[in-house]
């Protein structure tokens, strides 16, 4: 199977704090990763496209210098949330995607970060 | 733009029967992929089933299939012998056939499934 862990899988921080979560291909190389933001009862939002070795593309009204992605190799993609607020308490969730027959096909998705910005 | 309906925010199921769940998309590209993803109460995002859209066939995996109308740009899934673990919320996703940052998923809202013992 394709595994995807993420780290840490709940946090708990101050407000003004900086947290980082990591999205790691465990069994796979990923060039591309997602990361999501998903609120209560709601379908998930996607905030961010990281490339291996290049910039990140954010979607519309996703603050890049809020949400920090790195991608610094084929397996590793990381997440750091900037100056945290309450209002940016959420479930994150990453997804990398797996390459099959020269194409990038499907994603799969860690288990997610929780977290509560106090 | 790509949209993707799931008119059925909940649905209920007797356990060992079977359930379907609609879902519909709107696009304009005659190449992508389809998906449906379960999400338990843990909330890992599980890859239940995959359609290729230049399939005629439609996918199956085990207990999971799906009816894949590319005309109607209907992609429904029938979950038979419902069991307890199959209690979820369920995704419909699109995505393009094309990869890299333009192949990112697209989510319908989602339709929780309850399964009744």
């Known amino acids: 199977g394709a595994v995807v862990s993420q780290h840490p899988s709940w946090v708990i921080c101050k407000s003004g704090t900086s947290v980082k979560i990591e999205c790691r291909s465990l069994d796979f190389q990923a060039t591309t990763m997602f990361w999501y933001r998903q609120f209560p009862k709601q379908s998930l939002m996607l905030m961010a496209t990281?490339?291996?070795?290049?910039?990140?593309?954010?979607e519309q009204g996703v603050e890049k210098d809020k949400f920090l992605i790195n991608h610094a190799s084929l397996t590793l993609s990381t997440l750091t949330v900037t100056s945290a607020h309450p209002e940016d308490s959420s479930f994150y969730i990453c997804?990398?995607?797996?390459?099959?027959?020269?194409?990038?096909?499907?994603?799969?998705f860690g288990p997610g970060t929780r977290l509560l910005v106090l | 733009a790509q949209t993707v309906t799931q008119s059925q925010p909940e649905m209920s199921v007797q356990e060992a029967e079977t359930v379907t769940l609609s879902c519909t998309y709107d696009?304009?590209?005659?190449?992508?992929?389809l998906f449906w993803y379960k999400q338990p109460p843990s909330r890992q995002m599980i890859l239940v089933i995959r359609q290729e859209a230049y399939k005629q066939q439609n996918a199956t995996e085990n207990r999971f299939s799906v009816n894949f109308q590319k005309a109607a740009k209907s992609f429904s899934l029938k979950i038979s012998d419902s069991q307890l673990g199959d209690a979820a919320m369920y995704f419909c996703?699109?995505?393009?056939?094309?990869?890299?940052?333009?192949?990112?998923?697209?989510f319908g809202k989602g339709t929780k499934l309850s399964v009744k013992p």
């Open positions: 696009t304009s590209e005659s190449d992508y992929y």
């Open positions: 996703a699109y995505r393009s056939a094309w990869g890299g940052s333009q192949g990112n998923l697209i």
């Open positions: 990281s490339n291996e070795g290049s910039k990140a593309t954010y």
């Open positions: 997804s990398a995607l797996r390459a099959s027959g020269g194409y990038q096909e499907t994603q799969y």
